[in-house]
């Protein structure tokens, strides 16, 4: 066989089908050390009679792609949970997503609730068979938790996680933006791995990391701010307005752009109302003197909203 051929070894339908499953593997495998990573390649050979070299070879071009699979065979979910525990199941994992300009409610295996915001996914398994209940989030999410200390609740994000035994909170970890936890009764802890760092919250403190600075801090506030969301209510107190624009791109789903880039900071006091149309929460602000603006609406596309 040529080096060519070697190096291009998934040529038959058989093989292509068996290497789908490794696609949902691409988030968690960029999180694994080395010794995860290779616990991984030869649990992968187990199951699906590939050879490691294959494999990895798989697995490299795989994370030049922009897209994952919405929905695996659960195999990702099995080396998730390979975190010192051994798990005997491989339980399937299911996707919620909420698009921009809708929300969407889940409940989960144990009981547990979770409402997700516009243009937000949650990851979870169909069942909770290991010693921690885990699921990811993209996006923001309201969490009501069925108590259980035995078996710890843990939501992951792409920076920190979450852990609980049974509690409310709001996380927010959209991209580019703050992460916030804020809880609302019970407790948490936010661990930030990569930091070694870890904070207890309390009811009325919200745990925040910033993109910018890279820091994870605690502060009081009123967790109202943070929660009226699931309302249908979003209030704003000296905020800038890149980031109202931020939600309103989420809740109405529209695309905002703004003619000059002082008027990103602009600062905004107010309310957004989920049942009233966007061209209306706009004409408000324009009365206030807090900005200007103009809508173009396209057909089969989003409504553009310029900012001046």
């Not at 990702?76 to 929300?103: C, D, H, K, L, R």
């Not at 290991?130 to 309201?142: F, N, Q």
């Not at 701010?225 to 699931?230: D, I, V």
């Amino acid at each position: 066989m040529s080096d060519k051929e070697k190096d291009e070894p998934f040529i038959n339908l058989e093989d292509q089908a068996k290497m789908k499953l490794l696609n949902a593997l691409v988030g968690t495998q960029r999180s694994l050390s080395a010794s995860q990573r290779k616990a991984a390649y030869v649990s992968i050979q187990q199951q699906i009679g590939l050879g490691e070299r294959q494999v990895k070879f798989q697995w490299r071009q795989l994370l030049n792609y922009a897209a994952v699979m919405a929905i695996s065979l659960g195999l990702s979910w099995w080396v998730w949970s390979q975190y010192g525990n051994q798990v005997q199941a491989t339980p399937e994992f299911a996707q919620v997503i909420a698009p921009a300009g809708q929300t969407a409610e889940i409940l989960l295996p144990d009981g547990s609730k979770v409402v997700l915001n516009a243009s937000s996914r949650l990851t979870y398994p169909t069942s909770f068979n290991s010693k921690i209940r885990s699921v990811s989030l993209e996006g923001e999410g309201y969490f009501t938790i069925a108590k259980n200390k035995d078996k710890p609740f843990v939501v992951s994000t792409d920076v920190y996680d979450v852990r609980v035994t049974g509690t409310q909170f709001n996380l927010s970890a959209y991209q580019g933006e703050p992460y916030t936890t804020v809880l609302v009764e019970g407790e948490v802890y936010v661990d930030w791995e990569a930091a070694g760092k870890s904070l207890k919250l309390n009811p009325g403190q919200v745990a925040v990391w910033s993109p910018e600075d890279k820091n994870l801090i605690k502060q009081e506030v009123k967790t109202e701010l943070y929660t009226n969301w699931q309302e249908g209510v979003i209030q704003f107190r000296d905020e800038k307005m890149v980031k109202v624009a931020r939600y309103m791109e989420r809740w109405y789903n529209v695309e905002v752009v703004f003619e000059r880039e002082t008027a990103k900071a602009l600062r905004i006091n107010g309310t957004l109302l989920k049942n009233k149309p966007v061209d209306q929460i706009l004409a408000v602000m324009k009365l206030t003197g807090q900005i200007d603006y103009t809508i173009h609406y396209y057909e089969e596309t989003k409504t553009v909203i310029t900012i001046k």
